[in-house]
């Protein structure tokens, strides 16, 4: 019996070709996605285009990342959003709208857009800056005979001082206050018999008002809580009002503990993660986490597997293994598992971007998750 071939109008034709068509783009995104994010028990993975690298930081809902000439802003899922070049041995540091960029001595201050709103060579090596809602710092000079100034975001000149810390090293510095209108400076006396550290507060533009010294423990974070600075050493965490002035009350033994993350939410007071100082030095090698909320309280968490990170976000904790992640809210009596969907095992918790992706190192590779809010999986 002959087989008798059928025969197809030009429309069924045409049909039959834009049907496979779809068939084949729809193979292709599901191969493509396999690659580019992956979803897990509620939380997804998105690869980052670049590698692993100390440059690396959360502005905002993006990540900044310095290849060593330019300034790359990508999205939480890894598409590049602009590129600003500072040449080589530059340094930056951001809030969550502004960036303040420098190299050798000339200083950048960049919008969310990678737009500059100011760009200035300060006549010295600058050794770092920080940024703030209005204003920006910048310490220049040699280490121990600095000069720090402060410019708006314009770059109209606000105040300069260098006779205040003559045989002083500045450590650190922010801005503070509900417009940032104040700021603190942290500085090391090495020149004395013994190390002391000194915290001094100003109001921008108009004066110095208030000085302390913190002795000789080291002073390493310094943050903003509702009208308090909270100054953590290797010690104490101490609290001063904005003039300076000691709260006693709400002083906290931390000897033994380090702060490894800390948030401010919008309402309330900060949430300040730490995790035991022998387990956090180097390589962390976490086990157990300490939260302190405000002057008030005081948990402790014991972990289900050793980790390589923690955080806090959305008055959550969250602990990062080589393969899963751990969930604990603010009155949880135990941790929810979750596993990772990544082939490579998790090398180091980054950062956090203020949606709720974790920037995550596996090896060489850059990764953000989604951080998970609520059921159980495991």
């Not at 193979?27 to 590698?51: D, E, H, Q, V």
């Not at 303040?100 to 950048?108: D, K």
């Not at 922010?174 to 002391?196: I, P």
């Not at 050493?233 to 009002?241: E, I, Q, V």
Request: proline share 2%; glycine share 8%.
């Amino acid at each position: 019996m002959q087989r008798v071939k059928r025969k197809y109008t030009r429309a069924q034709a045409i049909a039959i070709l834009i049907a496979i068509v779809v068939v084949i783009v729809l193979i292709i995104i599901g191969i493509s996605s396999l690659f580019s994010k992956r979803t897990m028990a509620g939380i997804s993975a998105s690869k980052l285009p670049c590698p692993y690298d100390e440059n690396i930081r959360a502005f905002g809902n993006n990540v900044l990342y310095y290849d060593g000439t330019s300034l790359h802003c990508m999205s939480g899922t890894g598409s590049v959003r602009w590129s600003f070049t500072l040449g080589s041995n530059a340094g930056f540091h951001c809030d969550d709208q502004h960036i303040a960029a420098w190299s050798g001595n000339t200083i950048y201050v960049l919008d969310k857009n990678g737009n500059s709103s100011y760009n200035d060579n300060l006549g010295e090596q600058i050794q770092f800056a920080r940024i703030g809602k209005q204003y920006v710092g910048a310490v220049v000079g040699e280490a121990s005979n600095s000069r720090l100034v402060v410019k708006d975001l314009t770059g109209a000149h606000m105040d300069e001082e260098s006779d205040a810390y003559s045989n002083l090293i500045i450590l650190d510095l922010g801005f503070y206050g509900n417009s940032g209108e104040y700021m603190w400076t942290l500085a090391l006396d090495v020149f004395s018999t013994a190390a002391n550290s000194l915290l001094n507060t100003f109001e921008v533009g108009k004066m110095n008002i208030g000085e302390v010294s913190l002795g000789e423990n080291i002073t390493y974070e310094v943050l903003y809580d509702n009208g308090t600075l909270r100054v953590v050493s290797t010690r104490k965490m101490l609290a001063f009002d904005y003039r300076g002035t000691e709260d006693a009350s709400q002083a906290a033994l931390v000897y033994g503990w380090q702060l490894i993350d800390y948030k401010q939410p919008e309402r309330g007071n900060a949430m300040m993660l730490f995790a035991p100082t022998s387990q956090s030095d180097s390589v962390y090698n976490l086990r157990e986490l300490r939260l302190l909320v405000g002057g008030g309280t005081d948990r402790r968490y014991s972990l289900p597997a050793t980790c390589v990170g923690a955080t806090v976000w959305n008055k959550t904790v969250y602990a990062l293994s080589d393969s899963q992640l751990y969930r604990a809210g603010m009155n949880d009596s135990r941790f929810t598992t979750y596993d990772l969907p990544l082939d490579l095992p998790c090398t180091q918790l980054v950062d956090t971007l203020s949606d709720g992706r974790i920037i995550v190192a596996c090896g060489n590779d850059v990764y953000t998750l989604t951080l998970p809010r609520g059921v159980m999986v495991k």
